[in-house]
């Protein structure tokens, strides 16, 4: 259906510009838009993930004010808002349900960029997207045990060749835009 | 710092990555990827791939309702943790050790507190979690690493120098990633001493292990 798609598109799109005015404002209607969305659903991702609701509701809190402190560290041609909320709920799981550091890559050298480039933005955007309808599509089985690999019930060494996801396009998207940083940061 | 980059042959497996951004590694195992994409823009932007499939999930997975007064908490909480946090200042490296092993070490190379193993080899084991085992190994060059079978998993990065096995050849920036299948004697490139970050999780994750070490003997 395309209206649904367009209406997803116009909701991300919001999404990064809301992050942008809880930056540059400290805008708290932005950032209400903002957790109605997405406080729910990272609320029910620690639950599947072993959680119980109140220590959800304690994680989901932190969550939602780390978004806001680390506002002007997103970085919207590298990760879309859902994924960046993805990297922050899991350190907190990570940090809460297991109790271990976790170590962090170093950022690049040449940092992140001041002013991403909107058709960057925009192109992560729509492949995001599409990579969701893609793992949406998948035939049960597949889906099923991504979704156990990322709630945690499965080990590394349990975790098979995932042949079904179609990670191509998104990767050379983010080594595009790393690519690009690193030219233009010289 | 420099951007002169190794040219990076052994990169990391798909499993390795997407667990490690589902973040369900022990910390030993991420500790090495986190060194080895510090290393690597490509096993960088594939890792990015793998947290896009966890914002996929978090977009797709049954919302739970939260209650009445969580908005408030949360508000409440940013206005008590004050301003927002400053850009954060660069993170420490040195030229062998990339930013997350340089954390562990709290130092540079000199740093390391090194034990003798035998025939010139040294290790320093890092502090991690228990349920795997992160150590730094020193083989000086042409020494052969002592007999280490691996019953589990074992990922050895190579920091400096080079080794070979009879696998490969691995540069600095390159991962060998080996179960207990592989039975291999890694030795010291002769051009330079060789330091590694080795991560197993064989003596600790037994049980873990059973549904491996069952399979040769299911299949009979």
Known sequence: MTTTNERRETENEDWVACIALIRDDGDE??????????APRVKGFLMRSGSDAAQAEETTQEVMATLWQKAHLFDPSRATAATWIFTIA????????????????????????PEPDQADVLALQQE????????????????????????????HSEIAEQTGLPLGTIKSRIRLALDRLRHEMK | MTNIRPEIKHHLTDPLLMAYSAGTLPEAFSLTVAAH????????????????VGGALIEQTEAEDVSEDTFAATMARIRAGGPRDAKPAPRTRSDVLP?????????????????HVGMGVKQAVLPTARDATARLLYIPAGAAVPDHGHRGTELTLVLQGAFVDEVDHFGPGDIEVAN????????????????????????????????????PFLRI
């Open chain 1, 29 to 38: 209607r932005a950032f209400a838009r903002l957790f109605a969305h997405f």
């Open chain 1, 90 to 113: 899991r350190n907190r799981k990570i940090d809460a349900l297991r109790r271990q550091k976790r170590p962090e890559p170093e950022d690049l050298p040449w940092g992140q960029d």
């Open chain 1, 128 to 155: 995001s997207d599409q990579l969701g309808t893609a793992i949406a599509a998948l035939p049960e089985k597949q889906r099923v045990l991504i979704e156990k690999a990322y709630f945690g019930d499965l080990s």
């Open chain 2, 37 to 52: 994409v510090s290393m690597c823009d490509e096993c960088r932007a594939r890792l990015g791939s793998f947290d896009s």
């Open chain 2, 99 to 115: 930013a997350p092993i340089h954390d562990y070490i709290g130092g540079g190379l000199d740093a390391v507190r090194w034990r």
């Open chain 2, 180 to 215: 207990e299948d592989l039975d291999h004697t890694p030795v010291a490139d002769i051009g330079a001493d060789c330091i590694c970050l080795a991560a197993t999780d064989a003596p600790l994750r037994f049980r873990a292990m059973i549904p491996r070490l069952a399979q």
